[in-house]
């Protein structure tokens, strides 16, 4: 051996040194696969564990909403907003309109509305109530 075969020899170095220093392993193509799907099976499983505690616990909640809904005499919402929804059906069966809404006292009587702009004029200065009348 000469002088350059055992440069390149520690160059080199054994076939082991890359694996140990980080560098490309082996890989097998088959080895990675089945990792693979054993993380997948793993993280579904996760999934429904997180969903069958998540459906545990919402129904620990519902059965004590419905023991407050039994003690103070509530309906349950989806039930009120049926029985009111019917109730507004059944008002105006026959008609091919929906039901008008009810319009709250003093909200577009004129009669009001003029008694408001009476009262109002009369704590105005002159020239101001000159302006409005116009």
Do not use: W
């Not at 993380?39 to 999934?47: K, P």
């Not at 129904?59 to 003690?71: M, P, S, V, W």
């Amino acid at each position: 051996m000469n002088f350059d075969q055992i440069n390149v020899a520690l160059v080199r170095g054994p076939p082991d040194v890359g694996k140990m220093l980080g560098g490309e392993e082996d890989k097998d193509p088959e080895a990675e696969k089945e990792k693979e799907e054993e993380r997948q099976e793993a993280l579904r499983q996760e999934e429904d564990e997180r969903k069958a505690k998540h459906a545990k616990m919402e129904a620990e909640r519902e059965a004590i909403r419905q023991g407050i809904r039994d003690k103070y005499g509530i309906k349950k919402r989806e039930v009120a907003e049926a029985e009111a929804q019917a109730a507004m059906e059944q008002a105006s069966e026959g008609s091919l309109t929906r039901p008008k809404k009810a319009v709250p006292s003093g909200c577009g009587d004129d009669d009001e509305e003029e008694n408001i702009m009476a009262t109002m004029m009369k704590y105005l200065p002159g020239p101001l109530q000159d302006m409005l009348k116009k």
